[in-house]
């Protein structure tokens, strides 16, 4: 994602935070304020280090942009002709000037010179988990540069991919198994057709219950024919080889004995003791691989340092994370056509720039044929910590106004934001994330759909506290309460946009499956399907509601809404769509 001249690649600069000098040739690139959780404790010692990486602008974004859209719609001539590697790398090339002007920029500072960004760093401590990283609120860089420099980062960076298990539906509680009861349940469905699940499913949600719920009825992948599925970790969370075998025992037995695959990124860690202090699990490979087997899996553990830190005052960086597992997946030439990941971090907290460059990054990943599902986050309107009724929102831009919180990376317009249900029949979940960009504008594939939900449902409801021209999300939704996964070697009920996210990511992996059986080319970017042909596949989710900021949040209605976004997928009709494009 971050191009650059070889020679920024290994550059380490050294801050000298002690002196403040102003060069009058500088001109401010980003400026921040500080996230009121992270509090400066002082300077920067003045010898420490910091690799900085220098995005330079991909001057031929549009272009790339216009090809996303040629080949992920389903109306257009070239659909489902997707980008090569060296194509997609070709249109995000910087241009030559600009790798000439940082060049001469950084030789004529013999790079390690502490006037480079006019800045001053400063060591800032979180004030619940007393992490530390060094950061500064703003840097500056010669006028002459502006136009060849997008981001330099880490500087502005404070946000923290937000960890699973703090959100408040991930909980973990004992598996209830005197839930399960006996006969079966029919509903009807929003086009009128009715489906019958076994009682238990409104419990206890297994591969079995997805199966029935999502449609799937006893289609299977092929572990031969080149489909793959992903999983993107961040966060110093870990899939367990043990856990998995504990769910494939009880859920799976043909699966019994078969593993996945572990790619470390960037210094992440393959910890499989979840005895240590630091273990956090990250099931998602159990219900992406349960929907999936045999299908090969791949756990992308994604470090947020830099193995060349040894600094070990510098804390896990962790939103940088994202960029970096970007830059090692588009280097590979052959990627997984279905990836899932189930992290957020409020976009506010992430600078501007950098969320565009990380954004930017899915969208090569769609033009080359992957689909990227991304949870919509467990916090409803606000935030996933604390309680919903009371919270209270504010913008951190200083002009501390009362405002929703959307969520990143699911406000990017590049992705598939799937958003939570419950129960049989099926209700929005109090905690599914939704909302409008503050940095996106609506997409014209969702035009209609958002258009609609504004004027005929929300009239004018919750008026400034979201932003009503903003991409709009979730896209869609899934089952996401009472998982029946192991986690730290025990079979027990998980919940959160996570599991809403792994059992959609395993839906669209047995289409790309389907998809290529049939000798065609993968789905890739999905949302222009999924909003015009697509639609009719999707079961309209019409009730319940999630709470926050103090208030009761959006609800869900008829069409789309900023909750289940379209609804839930219903797997043989997507199938039977998918094999007609
Ligand atoms: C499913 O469970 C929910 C929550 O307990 C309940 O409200 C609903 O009535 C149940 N559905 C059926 C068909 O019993
Ligand atoms: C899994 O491996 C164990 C130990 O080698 C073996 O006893 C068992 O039969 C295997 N199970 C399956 C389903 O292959």
């Known amino acids: 994602m971050f191009k650059m001249c070889s020679v ?26 500080a996230p009121s959780e992270w509090i400066n404790v002082g300077s920067a010692p003045a010898d420490h280090i910091i690799p900085l990486r220098i995005a330079l602008p991909q001057a031929n974004f549009a272009a790339l942009e216009e090809h996303l859209y040629a080949v992920s719609d389903p109306a257009h001539e070239r659909y489902g002709a997707h980008l090569s590697k060296a194509e997609v790398e070709a249109l995000v090339a910087p241009h030559p000037d600009s790798v000439s002007a940082v060049d001469t920029w950084l030789s004529e500072h013999g790079i390690l010179n502490k006037r480079m960004l006019d800045t001053t760093f400063k060591i800032f ?5 007393g992490d530390e990283i060094v950061r500064t609120t703003r840097y500056s860089l010669p006028p002459h540069l502006h136009p060849h420099v997008e981001l330099v980062q880490p500087t502005t960076l404070f946000s923290r991919v937000r960890r699973r298990r703090e959100a408040v539906h991930s909980v973990v509680q004992a598996y209830p198994r005197d839930v399960r009861s006996a006969g079966t349940i029919t509903v009807t469905r929003s086009d009128g057709s009715t489906m019958t699940v076994d009682a238990s499913c409104n419990a206890t949600v297994t591969i079995a219950c997805l199966r029935q719920l999502l449609n799937i009825g006893d289609y299977r992948a092929s572990g031969t024919n080149g489909n793959q599925i992903g999983v993107a970790g961040y966060s110093e969370e870990y899939a367990n080889y043990e856990d998995q075998q504990i769910f494939y025992r ?19 860690k393959n910890d499989q003791n979840f005895n240590s202090d630091e273990y956090q699990d990250d099931p998602d490979m ?9 299908s090969p899996g791949t756990f992308y553990s994604t470090g947020g340092k830099g193995p060349w830190i040894e600094d070990s005052d510098t804390p896990a960086d962790t939103v940088a994370a994202y960029g970096a597992w970007l830059d090692f997946v588009l280097a590979q030439e052959k990627l997984p056509q279905t990836i899932s990941t189930g992290y957020e971090s409020h976009e506010q907290t992430i600078p501007e720039a950098y969320a565009r460059r990380v954004c930017a990054g899915f969208a ?37 106004k009362r405002q929703f919180l959307p969520a990143f990376p699911a406000s990017c317009p590049f992705v598939t934001t799937v958003g939570s249900t419950m129960y049989v029949p099926e209700v929005a979940t109090e905690f599914s994330g939704g909302g409008f960009s503050n940095y996106w504008n609506r ?14 449902q929300l009239r004018g409801t919750y008026a400034g506290l979201y932003n009503p021209n903003g991409r709009a999300y979730p896209d869609v939704a899934a089952q996401s309460i009472n998982f029946r996964i192991a986690i730290y070697g025990e079979l027990t009920a998980a919940g959160g946009g996570q599991q809403a996210t792994a059992a959609f990511a395993g839906l669209v992996s047995l289409l790309n499956n389907a998809r290529i059986e049939h000798g065609k080319p993968p789905l890739g970017f999905l949302n222009p399907f999924l909003y015009s042909s697509g639609l009719t596949a999707l079961n309209d989710i019409t009730s319940g509601s999630a709470q926050g ?33």
């Open 364 to 400: 090569q990943l769609g033009a080359r044929g992957t689909s990227l599902l991304v949870m919509s986050g467990n916090g409803g309107v606000g935030d996933a910590n604390g309680d919903p009724r009371t919270q209270s929102c504010w913008t951190n831009d200083g002009r501390h």
């Open 443 to 456: 997409p014209s594939y969702q035009n209609n759909a958002v258009a609609e939900y504004l004027t005929k």
């Open 8 to 33: 920024v690649l290994l550059t380490f600069v050294v801050v000298r935070s002690a002196y403040a000098v102003v060069p009058h040739t500088h001109k401010i690139v980003e400026s921040v304020v």
């Open 250 to 268: 009880d859920q799976l037995p043909e699966a019994v004995n078969s593993s996945f695959t572990y790619t470390l990124v960037n210094g992440g």
């Open 125 to 129: 401590k979180h004030k619940k988990h």
């Open 286 to 294: 159990q219900t992406v691989l349960g929907l999936v087997f045999p």
């Open 549 to 581: 900021c103090g208030t009761p949040g959006f609800s869900a209605t008829a069409g789309w809404d900023p909750i289940t976004g379209l609804g839930t997928p219903d797997f043989s009709k997507l199938k039977d769509l998918v094999l007609a494009l």
